[in-house]
């Protein structure tokens, strides 16, 4: 599986982006979750957002309120609309995929495949 992230800019605080994260080829279509982390310089990479196969949803505190994290129909795009940008929101933002790969000893293995990352920057 391949992930492409994109939408990633410079942004004045307050201001809003989308990014996008299209997955292609094989095992796309055993994808199950999908998610957004973040690694701003210096920091660890951490989770903002995650969308399950059937639609849940859960978010980082930090980005409550201000970010959405959505899904296509076919399950193979997820996106994340930022609004209410802050400073603190500059990082690499990475998409993550879960693939379900089972086995007859571990039916519920799966593994997980990242984008390359896009940078996003939100001035002051």
């Known amino acids: 599986v391949q992930l492409v992230e994109s939408g990633g800019g410079l942004v004045q605080a307050g201001g809003s982006l989308r990014l996008s994260c299209i997955a292609s080829?094989?095992?796309?279509?055993?994808?199950?979750?999908m998610a957004w982390y973040r690694q701003a310089p210096g920091q660890p990479r951490e989770l903002v957002a995650a969308i399950t196969i059937q639609g849940s949803t859960r978010y980082a505190d930090s980005v409550k309120g201000r970010f959405t994290i959505l899904r296509d129909n076919a399950k193979t795009t997820v996106y994340l609309q930022m609004n209410s940008l802050r400073p603190e929101d500059t990082a690499v933002y990475y998409c993550?995929?879960?693939?379900?790969?089972?086995?007859?000893?571990?039916?519920?293995?799966?593994?997980?495949?990242w984008g390359q990352g896009t940078l996003v920057t939100v001035s002051s």
């Open positions: 080829g094989r095992g796309s279509e055993r994808i199950n979750d």
């Open positions: 993550k995929a879960r693939i379900a790969v089972p086995t007859i000893e571990q039916p519920g293995n799966a593994l997980d495949a």
